[in-house]
Structure formats: structure tokens, C-alpha cells
């Protein structure tokens, strides 16, 4: 639903309209992830160990549900273990065994996002936008699909599931996790996965639900897309 009140355009309050959709209105859903003290900073230096695999076709990725982690595997290797925001109730992700089919480092909803005009931006769908006002999709950085309408990308990561069915990666791991994968890459989703029990228990970043949001230009703007720190590799 559209509000009538004219708003500072931000990522969380479009995650929060969202929610108030039927979720085969977005061409993929999601909302925020989260851990510790610290305050927006601390999120932004948030990072995880990465190494770059060998044979990138001996790539998989695993996702653990109950425990909100995705691993990057190479053979029995680790490559990554990071947290990640999954589908909320209602809105779940999908479970399963699927592979990547497309990569988009500067992906837009096409069907949710922001309406704006002058200083002026309020969510909104776009079948539901002002006349004369534009509209640019909701980003989402870093975008690996695995199912028509799910993916993989870059969005505020909680620790509790709070997506409408992707999977939110953290803004340092988005790029990293993009360039470990392709096309092809298979993808397990479960409720737990083995690695759970030895890769689990990782370093959170501080729970962004309470931080304060980026500038609604951000997200208007090209400013999300590079959001992230330069990525490191082992």
C-alpha cells in the first residue's frame, strides 16, 4: 500500500512497504540482517575471512535456515561462511537443491521501489506512481538468482529472518560472494547444513534493525551500488 505522506526515501521504510504487498507483486522481495554492540561504523567494518576457490566450477553454496548462515564450498573447503538474512514467516525461502541462472552487480526491482520528484520520494510500486513523478526500482546490489524472482544480494542484514523470501547478504560479503559464483553454481537451501556445527558460530556485525539508515539519494541515486568496502581475499 502507498502512503499519502511524503517521506525521506530510505532502504529500510522501503522493506517495511513491502511487506504490506503480496509478494508475487515484487520481482523479488526482501527487507534488513544484525549482531553485537557497535553502532553503524562497526557495521561498515564488518568483514569475513574469503578465499578465492581454485576451480571456480567446483563452487557450491549452502544455506542454512535455521541457522541464517551461507557457506561457499570447494569440495569439503569453506570458502566463506557468512551470515545472511532469510525469508521471514510467511514469505519463506525456498528449500531445495537449484543453481545460479543469472548475475546482475546493479540490479533493480522493477516493480517496487521509489517515486520521486524535486526533494519529494515515497514508496511505491510502480503501477501506483504519482503522474509526472519518477520512479527508480529498489537496489539490490550484487543480485544472483537462483529461482525466478529469488536471489542473492546486498540488503541490511538482521538476526532474525525478515526477507519476503531472498537472501541478504551483507554489503563487504555481496561483492565477494558475486565473484565466487557463476552461472551454473549449484545452490542447496535446508533448514541446517553439517557445516553448521564446525562454521556456524562466526562473528556477527552489530544488528542493523536499530541503526540509523543511509540518505534516501543512496538509493534514488547510484550511491548503494558502491557501498562496500574494497574486498580482501586470503
Not at 524472482?149 to 558475486?178: D, Q
Request: proline letters at 9%.
Amino acid at each position: 500500500m502507498v502512503t499519502a505522506v511524503l517521506i525521506p526515501m530510505t532502504f529500510k521504510s522501503a522493506l517495511i512497504f513491502a511487506a504490506a504487498v503480496s509478494t508475487a507483486a515484487f520481482m523479488s522481495s526482501c527487507s534488513t540482517l544484525s549482531s553485537g554492540g557497535g553502532g553503524l561504523a562497526a557495521y561498515q567494518a564488518y568483514d569475513r575471512p574469503t578465499k578465492m576457490p581454485k576451480n571456480p566450477s567446483n563452487v557450491r553454496v549452502k544455506v542454512s535456515l535455521s541457522k541464517q548462515r551461507t557457506y561457499v564450498m570447494e569440495g569439503s573447503e569453506v570458502l566463506l561462511a557468512m551470515p545472511v538474512c532469510v525469508g521471514a514467516p510467511g514469505s519463506t525461502t525456498p528449500t531445495g537443491s537449484f543453481s545460479m541462472i543469472s548475475k546482475n552487480a546493479k540490479y533493480r526491482a522493477n516493480t517496487h521501489g521509489y517515486a520521486y520528484s524535486g526533494n519529494q520520494v515515497k514508496k511505491t510500486m510502480l503501477s501506483s506512481r504519482p503522474a509526472g513523478w519518477s520512479f527508480k526500482g529498489t537496489p539490490m546490489p550484487f543480485w544472483c538468482e537462483f529461482k525466478p524472482n529469488y536471489g542473492f544480494h546486498t540488503g541490511w542484514v538482521k538476526h532474525t529472518p525478515g526477507s519476503h523470501g531472498c537472501i541478504r547478504m551483507h554489503e563487504n560479503l555481496a561483492p565477494k560472494f558475486f565473484q565466487m559464483v557463476k552461472i551454473g553454481t549449484p545452490v542447496n537451501i535446508a533448514y541446517s547444513q553439517p557445516e553448521d556445527a564446525t562454521f556456524g558460530n562466526i562473528p556477527l556485525p552489530p544488528d542493523a534493525g536499530p541503526l540509523p539508515d543511509y540518505a534516501g539519494s543512496m538509493y534514488v541515486g547510484e550511491g548503494y551500488f558502491s557501498q562496500y568496502k574494497k574486498p580482501s581475499y586470503q
